[in-house]
């Protein structure tokens, strides 16, 4: 899944990605950067076409421990909630809200 469309799984509009997923999707992340980074020092690729198969390659390496856990929990590791706890502030609401403070004081 590409980082738009996570982003949009997790219905998330300009929050850091990161900031909001599990530990283990964090894990599964770092994972896939890690061993592509290590695949691309180890086989020095050229190119577009070469970084492309060093990229599918480590994307293979999350794809494979993602599906061994997933097996082992019963369960997908891919939540649809965020971490972090948070709510969408109607701004329109604030600003009545504040007027009608600044109304009252006078």
């Keep these: 899944m590409k980082a738009s469309?996570?982003?949009?799984?997790?219905d998330i509009r300009k929050e850091s990605l990161r900031d909001n997923m599990t530990d283990i999707e964090v894990a599964l992340t770092d994972l896939g950067e890690i061993?592509?980074?290590?695949l691309?020092?180890?086989h020095k690729p050229y190119g577009l076409k070469g970084n492309r198969?060093?990229?599918?390659?480590?994307?293979h390496a999350?794809?494979?421990?993602?599906?061994d856990i997933e097996k082992n929990l019963?369960?997908?590791v891919i939540s649809k909630t965020n971490a972090?706890?948070?709510k969408y502030l109607d701004t329109n609401k604030l600003n009545k809200k504040k007027l009608l403070k600044d109304n009252k004081m006078k």
């Design 62 to 67: 999350t794809k494979v421990a993602r599906d």
């Design 53 to 59: 198969k060093i990229a599918r390659m480590g994307g």
């Design 35 to 38: 061993a592509t980074r290590e």
């Design 5 to 10: 469309e996570y982003k949009d799984y997790k």
């Design 74 to 76: 019963g369960k997908s």
């Design 40 to 42: 691309a020092k180890e």
């Design 84 to 86: 972090l706890n948070y």
